[in-house]
């Protein structure tokens, strides 16, 4: 009696059921370490800069802990941070720990676009192939990639890059290497079809 064997698919989704949550909970634990290591370094003294003082207004009266960078046109830099990174710890926050943004960044990106389009630079139904060259750039708009109507399909779903992004938690990906993810795959819905968040549609603004 021949025994079948597991098809080869399967296998592969069963390993990444397993792997992928190991590998998240190494780096979190990580960070973890990361994150105590800062609380035990030796705090720099806050400067009295007007930034850092809006810091410290604004972590006094939510009772929260940040950190913020601000960037200017010549290339000048200012970092601070307020509040504290563990208040049971009585650990401050400052530029050494590590903490999230998630899709944060996304208003950021949306609103500098918006200011592109008050200033006439750009159009919101303008295609997006003006700048890029993609299969699907002659009918996605500027307005659909804000908007996730795109169809686009969502980088993030790829199993492998996420085998990638967990197994290197130290790599800073680069826009272009993401679109390389999604970049030949066929978009999941007709263009303004539909709502469908993705993170794929907010990767083509860098790149304009």
Known sequence: MNRRKPPKKKIIVLALLFVLPAAWFGNAARLTVRNDRACGATAEAA????????????SAERNIGLQATVILPDGSQSDA?????SRERGCPASAEH???IGSVTK????TLVMRQVEAGTISLDEPISKWLDLPYAEQVTV??????????PDYTGDAWFLIRYVGLPEK????????????NKPLDFE???RHEYSNSNYLYFPLK
């Open 81 to 85: 941070s307020a509040g504290f990174a």
């Open 191 to 193: 263009s303004g079809s």
């Open 143 to 152: 307005r659909m990639l804000l908007t996730h109507t795109s169809g686009i």
């Open 47 to 58: 400067s009295e800069s007007p930034f850092q003082r809006v810091l410290d207004e604004y």
């Open 107 to 110: 208003l950021y990106t949306a």
């Open 98 to 100: 590590h903490f999230g």
């Open 172 to 183: 800073s990906w680069q826009a272009d290497e993401l679109v390389s993810v999604i970049k």
